[in-house]
């Protein structure tokens, strides 16, 4: 069987299976400990749909970084676009960021792990990169858009100090390896 040498487009259930078993699977048994074994019985796909789609585990972590990035900035569309001021932007970021600690504590395991093959992986790594400054540069734009009518308020400009204080300390050892 030849193994792909571009990942192929997968769209369905099938590939959102295999992303999401993938997800899993890293969060349990880490980036290393993944096998296409174990994340093709998850998703009750064979290995060799793997092997066909992906080609290597590595574009594998990649298409999960990248469906990942999508689905988290679609639940920030709505409840941004009715955000009226920067106070309102501030509660949809941080409501988000709760819901994500309180729901999904595979999130950070992941996310440690695609720092880690990152180091190794010149394709994660640019990947991982991406969805760091897609995120810093949304994050300015919509910040950009609410404070330029009128200045934001002495609440609006602590707790954006604060969140950028706080991003910067979570990411800041591992961003500027990835680029």
């Known amino acids: 069987m030849e193994v792909?040498?571009?990942?192929?487009?997968?769209?369905?259930?099938?590939?959102?299976?295999?992303?999401?078993?993938?997800?899993?699977?890293?969060?349990?048994?880490?980036?290393?400990?993944?096998t296409f074994e174990h994340v093709a019985r998850e998703a009750g796909v064979s290995r060799g749909l793997l092997h066909y789609y992906f080609g290597t585990k590595e574009r594998l972590l990649v298409e999960v970084v990248r469906r990942d990035a999508e689905i988290r900035v679609a639940r920030l569309d709505e409840p941004l676009g009715k955000a009226e001021?920067?106070?309102?932007?501030?509660?949809?970021?941080?409501?988000?960021?709760?819901?994500?600690i309180e729901n999904e504590p595979g999130f950070f395991l992941?996310?440690?792990?695609?720092f880690s093959a990152g180091r190794?992986?010149?394709e994660i790594q640019h990947e991982v990169g991406q969805l760091f400054e897609?995120?810093?540069?949304?994050?300015?734009?919509?910040?950009?858009?609410?404070?330029a009518p009128a200045r934001p308020s002495a609440r609006s400009?602590?707790?954006?100090?604060?969140?950028?204080?706080?991003?910067?300390?979570?990411?800041?050892?591992?961003?500027?390896?990835?680029?």
């Open 157 to 179: 400009t602590n707790s954006c100090a604060t969140i950028a204080s706080t991003v910067a300390r979570a990411s800041g050892p591992f961003v500027p390896a990835l680029r």
């Open 120 to 122: 190794r992986n010149p």
């Open 4 to 34: 792909a040498t571009k990942p192929r487009e997968l769209s369905g259930e099938k590939a959102q299976r295999i992303v999401d078993a993938m997800r899993v699977s890293v969060a349990k048994r880490g980036a290393a400990g993944s």
């Open 85 to 100: 001021t920067v106070d309102d932007v501030i509660d949809v970021l941080v409501a988000n960021l709760t819901d994500l």
């Open 134 to 147: 897609r995120t810093r540069s949304r994050s300015s734009r919509v910040f950009a858009w609410y404070s």
């Open 110 to 114: 992941l996310l440690y792990e695609l």
